[in-house]
């Protein structure tokens, strides 16, 4: 008994500096604001998690590739701002700002498909979003065939 429960005590302690050190290694990037950007992605269905306004910043890295498809190296990275939808009139407008998230490829992420997905909410606070239920399920039924990219860059500034 005192055995399962020194394993059990182990295994959450392990488990805790696992996502605490993948807290710290999930940091959202500093001036991604000034990487490719897209045009104001408009989303009207209420049932979707991606319901709002949004916008996609594609990193240098991941630039050529997007544009020309194919697998992605290492370290490419996007970032999606997410807003919400106040009436303004007969047209949607930019509401506040309700979440934004990070897609890195990272190859040692193999539980989602070689990358990091990660969740953090209007002021930077990682959301606690999962992510292989939240992302990569979604982004392997969406773009298999795109190394998980959902969106297109022929898209992108439409």
Not at 93 to 109: I, S
């Amino acid at each position: 008994m005192k055995k399962s429960v020194a394993i059990l005590a182990g295994s959450a302690m392990l488990a805790w500096v696992a996502c605490v050190w993948a807290g710290e290694k999930v940091a959202m990037p500093k001036g991604y604001e000034r990487w490719e950007k897209s045009s104001e992605k408009i989303v009207n269905d209420k049932n979707s998690l991606f319901y709002g306004i949004h916008y996609i910043f594609v990193d240098a890295k991941a630039l050529k590739t997007y544009r020309s498809g194919g697998k992605y190296p290492e370290g490419s990275r996007f970032v999606v701002e997410f807003y919400d939808i106040r009436d303004e009139g007969d047209k949607p407008a930019k509401g506040k700002k309700n979440m934004v998230v990070l897609m890195k490829k990272e190859k040692k992420q193999t539980a989602t498909g070689g990358w990091l997905f990660a969740g953090y909410s209007a002021d930077g606070k990682p959301s606690g979003v999962d992510p292989v239920k939240n992302c990569f399920e979604c982004h392997l039924k969406e773009a298999k065939d795109r190394d998980l990219v959902i969106s297109r860059y022929e898209n992108f500034k439409k």
